[in-house]
């Protein structure tokens, strides 16, 4: 029973370049969940969507991020035009039910050159 | 506003001690707490929760830990360190809904 996946491990972007991380859940959960470790810090949440829809993405920024979880395929998280400080590691977690507890996938290392 | 804190960075113990790593929170309404284990350019694996029920809650590979509402807090402990035990540990509380809140880390080192 495969647990989360992300993909890629590592990804290197050149400023205002675009990144897309991708999350596969947990085989029989529909909950996602995106969250953001800065490096020396604790994992801040940014979004949680359930298929095809945006439940709560009052974690991520205002511009340039985006997220979605289609009927079919992984949860994407989007950064256009990445910057320095968007370099940090990007979690994906997934639940079978809202409330249920969340399990990590392990991440995508995001680097901003 | 839900909040949660791990009072020390790094916590160094030798192999075979014991080990207490901290947090306290802070939440409106019943605490749901989790520990978690971060070892390096890994994600984060899910050690123990407290939902409701005995205040002790016993967890993977040898972890505990005990809820004490009256300090708010939920030490995470093992009777005896293993060098392999040496990561990250995050305490996390969840808000009344899905969010979890996590704490800023705490270092362990067992040294042989």
């Known amino acids: 029973n495969a647990g989360v996946m992300q993909n890629p491990r590592h990804l290197v972007r050149r400023r205002g370049q675009e990144a897309r991380l991708r999350c596969s859940p947990m085989?029989?959960?529909?909950?996602v969940y995106w969250y953001r470790q800065l490096p020396e810090e604790g994992l801040k949440f940014m979004v949680y969507?359930?298929?095809?829809?945006?439940?709560?993405e009052s974690g991520m920024p205002k511009e340039r991020f985006s997220a979605e979880f289609p009927k079919e395929g992984p949860s994407i998280l989007r950064i256009q035009q990445v910057v320095r400080g968007d370099s940090a590691a990007y979690f994906c977690?997934?639940?079978?039910?809202?409330?249920?507890?969340?399990?990590f996938g392990p991440g995508t290392r995001l680097t901003v050159t | 506003a839900q909040s949660v804190a791990q009072p020390e960075d790094q916590v160094n113990v030798a192999e075979g001690n014991p080990l207490t790593v901290k947090c306290t929170y802070s939440?409106?309404?019943?605490?749901?707490l989790f520990w978690y284990v971060q070892y390096p350019n890994r994600g984060l694996q899910f050690l123990l929760k407290?939902?409701?029920?005995?205040?002790l809650v016993k967890g993977s590979y040898g972890f505990e830990a005990e809820f004490n509402k009256s300090q708010t807090s939920f030490h995470l402990k093992k009777p005896s360190a293993l060098v392999s035990d040496s990561a990250l540990y995050f305490c996390?509380?969840?808000?009344?809904?899905?969010?979890?809140?996590f704490g800023s880390g705490t270092r362990l080192l067992v040294r042989p």
């Open positions: 977690a997934s639940s079978r039910e809202r409330a249920y507890e969340q399990y």
């Open positions: 085989k029989g959960h529909s909950h």
């Open positions: 969507l359930q298929k095809e829809n945006i439940i709560d």
């Open positions: 939440v409106s309404g019943n605490p749901y």
């Open positions: 407290y939902i409701t029920g005995d205040n």
């Open positions: 996390a509380v969840r808000d009344s809904s899905y969010k979890l809140i």
